[in-house]
């Protein structure tokens, strides 16, 4: 190889000796070829998450009454359209013996609710949003055609009752069949049997004052009911007026134990 170097020198001398340029390049005679580029991987497709179970359902909420009802009379017992026949705008509901109103339960038992069916998937929507002295309503009438102004799927309009005190126990309350309510009263009687069911698997007591065992009752003198378009249940959770009844939906775990059973009655219903 040191041979072959020097006469490869000697022979440039010559060259340059006769005036010949040579330009010497330090480049190699054969540039290698590039690397091949990696191939690109194309990005890990983003995993599609399951449809939540209550995905394009609309559900409405009636809390029963308002806390400033018994604050506002004029407004209150004024007469309007109930489905049929004309009734007070509304009423101020009944309390515990140690004072509680109804209104205040039926509020955070239709917060629970509300909170379960959101993380469901479902659009909820209130008739009040706020539990307010300041407030009262709205009446009946709005109340009865407020699912079917919102595009529910159905609503629950969520009371207890106002009872002697040994008598106790949950019950529902379905929409008699009219010209009204022809169109809903069947699938309202299965929304009742729906959530009845579910208030029973969570030991829930049944009324043993009104609907003879069945905790279920018709009638046709409620405009929430007779003015409603979509499914319409109205749930009596217990007697206020009863010691027992009282203490359970007057503490939170007690509500939280309700909202869970109308949630499942619910979901029993649209069978998702």
Known sequence: MRRLLLLVVAGLVVLLG???????????????????????????????????PLAGVTIALDPGHQLGNARHPEQVNRVVDAGGL????????????????????????????????????????????????????????????FGGRVGADLMLSIHADGAGPRQRGFHLIVPARSSRTANISGSSLRLARSVRAALDAAGARRSDYVGGG???????????????????????????????????????????????ALVRGIRGFLRR
């Open 18 to 52: 006769a005036g010949a340029v040579v330009v010497l390049s330090s480049a190699p005679a054969h540039t290698p070829a590039a690397p091949p580029e990696p191939p690109s991987s194309s990005p890990a497709s983003t995993p599609v998450a399951p449809a939540l």
């Open 86 to 145: 004309r009734k007070a705008c509304n009423t101020t509901g009944t309390e515990t013996a140690a004072g509680l109103p109804e209104a205040t339960i039926n509020f955070r038992v239709a917060r629970a609710v509300e909170r379960r069916l959101a993380a469901l998937g479902a659009t909820v929507r209130l008739t009040r949003t706020r539990n307010s002295l300041a407030r009262w309503g709205p009446c009946v009438d709005v109340r009865g055609r």
């Open 214 to 260: 069945t905790a279920l009752r018709v009638r046709r003198d409620l405009g929430t009911l007779n003015l409603s378009s979509v499914p319409v249940v109205m749930v009596e959770l217990g007697n206020l007026r009863n010691a027992a009844d009282a203490r359970l939906l007057s503490g939170r775990p007690g509500q939280e134990r309700y909202a869970a």
